[in-house]
C-alpha cells in the first residue's frame, strides 16, 4: 500500500499517470565495433 501514495502525489503535483522515462545511453558506430572487438567487455570502451 506504500507505493500508491508516491504514485498519488506525482500525480497531483506532476500530472503524470505513468513512470518517468529513463535516459538511455546510446553507443556511435565505433563504440560498438570496439565492443566487439573486445568481446563485449565494456571497460574497453573506457577512454575512447
Excluded: F, Y
Amino acid at each position: 500500500m506504500r507505493t500508491v501514495w508516491p504514485w498519488l502525489e506525482a500525480a497531483r503535483t506532476e500530472g503524470r499517470l505513468e513512470r518517468r522515462s529513463r535516459v538511455r545511453l546510446e553507443l556511435c558506430d565505433r563504440a560498438w565495433e570496439v565492443l566487439a572487438q573486445a568481446g563485449g567487455n565494456v571497460s574497453a570502451l573506457h577512454g575512447m
